[in-house]
């Protein structure tokens, strides 16, 4: 079946630095790659997504890299500020109309 | 602002009794889906749904757990008989094919 997964689980950044994380998947099918944030104790919500057409796209200080050739996307969070701290989820679309969540990554931004 | 409902938010039961998880997708949104999130093992797909017919049910028990979409407004998770390992956060998604998920804010359940 199909198999997601995200490093690191954890990462502890200082305020300002930059923070990235890396999503593998396995479905050469995948066609949508989204990433959730999810604030403690709220519900996930979409901070920025890319397409299978696309290899790169920006919002101000975050930003997704896609490599379909390697199956791997990855989010780029820049100037991190302690409001960036939560759990990142990628969530790739499988042909089958079917997302597939990571296990997750807690980010700490250390003011 | 449309938003995607879920109701109890809190649900507190004991072992064995039934438990009945309510959610309104977004007007216009062809898919649903049911996670569940617990401590150990993140968001956990339960069933979705794509034009209110179930499309996969295979990350659910079986046994105890049913998913039902009665309406394009309307659909249900039970727990029938609840257990004490299934005490987590349900979250109920909606989306269109290929986009985003809204989801909702979740329905915790305690089960003692």
């Known amino acids: 079946g199909e198999n997601v997964e995200q490093h690191p689980s954890t990462l502890s950044v200082q305020e300002g630095d930059s923070a990235v994380i890396k999503c593998t998947y396995s479905?050469?099918?995948?066609?949508?790659f989204p990433w959730y944030k999810q604030e403690l104790g709220k519900r996930p919500q979409l901070i920025i997504d890319?397409?299978?057409?696309?290899g790169e796209k920006k919002d101000q200080r975050i930003a997704v890299t896609l490599n379909k050739t390697a199956k791997h996307f990855s989010l780029h969070i820049t100037e991190t500020q302690p409001e960036d701290s939560a759990v990142y989820f990628c969530?790739?679309?499988?042909?089958?109309?079917?997302?597939?969540f990571g296990a997750g990554t807690r980010l700490f931004v250390k003011a | 602002d449309a938003r995607v409902t879920q109701t109890p938010r809190h649900k507190v039961t004991e072992m064995g009794q039934e438990v009945t998880m309510r959610c309104q997708p977004i007007?216009?949104?062809?898919?649903v889906f049911w996670y569940r999130q617990t401590m150990m093992q993140g968001l956990e797909l339960l069933a979705y749904?794509?034009?209110?017919?179930?499309?996969?049910d295979s990350g659910m028990p079986k046994d105890r757990f049913s998913a039902e979409m009665p309406d394009a407004t309307l659909a249900t998770l039970k727990i029938q008989p609840s257990e004490p390992r299934d005490s987590a956060v349900y979250f109920c998604?909606?989306?269109?094919?290929?986009?985003?998920?809204?989801f909702g804010p979740g329905t915790r359940l305690t089960v003692l």
């Open positions: 998604a909606s989306g269109t094919q290929y986009n985003e998920q809204f």
């Open positions: 479905d050469s099918a995948s066609n949508y």
């Open positions: 890319i397409r299978s057409n696309v």
């Open positions: 969530a790739p679309y499988t042909g089958g109309f079917k997302t597939i």
């Open positions: 007007l216009g949104h062809n898919t």
């Open positions: 749904f794509r034009n209110r017919a179930p499309l996969d």
